[in-house]
């Protein structure tokens, strides 16, 4: 089937706004996980969802950030008040097997 | 905590020949696995190739191989007969194998450029 999707691709917002960042897994696969990817560096672990549940949300920076799987396939992760330091490509993954995760093809976000 | 470190910001190679790409982690874990994918500039992460530690057997993948080192804690990636699409970032990365979360650890990665 389809691989991960993640919409928008682009999102440019103004500082203080409020975003959303969606992300639809492979079919099936029950775990999936958000990276940030902040410019020129490798992308670092927010949150990881086994189901509906977040089984470990210890790579969220602070409480702005917040993300929900309420029915077990699409995630969406939250941003409140944002800030210029935000700006980063925002990558999902989903994983059947808990080996290898697949990825998406990211959200560029950019707090002006 | 587990780190990754790749010291190549960018690499670069004929098209045709070999590269070897470096990869260094740091763990105290005897169990785990350890990944190469690519990103091209769609942004894409793609696995390339995937070596789990308690294989002694180096992992392959048609023109991509690993060299993995387990006691010095190295895990190079060579690709050899070079193509123009391999022209991407690199990135190794670690994962242990139990864990609450299985969450990838990334190095800062490796652009690499292929010359016609």
């Known amino acids: 089937g389809a691989g991960v999707s993640q919409t928008p691709s682009n999102k440019v917002t103004e500082k203080g706004k409020y975003v959303e960042l969606r992300c639809d897994p492979i079919?099936?696969?029950?775990?999936l996980y958000w990276y940030r990817q902040s410019l020129g560096q490798g992308p670092e672990f927010l949150i990881y969802?086994?189901?509906?549940?977040?089984?470990?949300d210890s790579g969220l920076p602070n409480d702005r950030f917040f993300a929900v799987r309420p029915e077990g396939s699409v995630s969406t992760l939250k941003i409140q008040r944002t800030e210029r330091g935000d700006s980063a490509v925002y990558l999902c993954?989903?994983?059947?097997?808990?080996?290898?995760?697949?990825f998406g093809p990211g959200t560029r976000l950019t707090v002006l | 905590a587990q780190t990754v470190t790749q010291s190549q910001p960018e690499m670069s190679v004929q098209e045709a020949e070999t590269v070897t790409l470096s990869c260094t982690y740091d763990?105290?874990?005897?169990?785990?696995?350890l990944f190469w994918y690519k990103q091209p500039p769609s942004r894409q992460m793609i696995l390339v190739i995937r070596?789990?530690?308690?294989?002694?057997q180096n992992a392959t993948e048609n023109r991509f191989s690993v060299n993995f080192q387990k006691a010095a804690k190295s895990f190079s990636l060579k690709i050899s007969d070079s193509q123009l699409g391999d022209a991407a970032m690199y990135f190794c990365?670690?994962?242990?194998?139990?864990?609450?979360?299985?969450?990838?650890?990334f190095g800062s990665g490796t652009r690499l450029l292929v010359r016609p």
């Open positions: 990365a670690y994962r242990r194998r139990m864990d609450s979360s299985y969450k990838l650890i």
């Open positions: 763990t105290s874990e005897s169990d785990y696995y």
């Open positions: 070596q789990e530690a308690y294989k002694q």
């Open positions: 079919s099936g696969h029950t775990a």
């Open positions: 993954a989903s994983s059947s097997d808990r080996s290898t995760q697949y």
């Open positions: 969802f086994q189901g509906t549940g977040a089984a470990d």
